[in-house]
């Protein structure tokens, strides 16, 4: 990713399979908004092979992640593209609707998304505590009232 596809507090991809652009705010994580202002921009890529200052050849950057992947003992059937179905299933036990997912995934349907974001207790958890409160709201009081 190129120092160019950051703008403001927006950050500019493109759906590798789709070909679709994606525009992903991060208005409201000061934490990324500080990463990128301490980077050093030494070269068009926001991160750069150490040894040569040019961004990453594909091919180099998944020998290099499962090299450090080994370091830090990740399991090998964990690759690269697992943190993208991490971030998804994170939005997901976040209460993003489906159509909020499509939207930073850039995925064009409900089935393709299904995929990428495991369901989880969390998610039960969120379900279960909406229909309580579509529960308590058309009953006009409490379960034990």
């Known amino acids: 990713m190129g120092w160019s596809q950051v703008r403001d507090d927006v ?10 652009l994606i525009a992903i705010p991060f208005t409201n994580l000061p934490e990324t908004r500080c990463i990128l202002e301490q980077l050093p921009r030494t070269s068009t890529a926001i991160i750069a092979d150490e040894s040569t200052g040019a ?3 594909p091919d180099w950057f998944r020998h290099e992640f499962r090299r ?9 059937e964990l690759q690269f593209r697992d943190l993208r179905r ?3 299933s994170e939005l997901g ?9 499509c939207s930073v995934s850039g995925h064009k349907t409900r089935e393709i998304l299904a995929t990428y974001v495991v ?4 998610q039960a958890g969120a379900a279960m505590t909406k229909r309580a409160a579509m529960r308590t709201k058309n009953a006009g009081k409490t379960e034990c009232g």
Not at 11 to 20: A, E
């Open 55 to 57: 961004p990453y050849n």
């Open 68 to 76: 450090i992947a080994r370091l830090a003992e990740i399991p090998s």
């Open 119 to 122: 369901p989880s207790n969390a």
């Open 11 to 20: 950050i500019i991809l493109k759906q590798n399979k789709t070909g679709k």
């Open 93 to 101: 036990d976040s209460g993003a609707t489906e159509d909020e997912l």
């Open 86 to 88: 991490t971030g998804l």
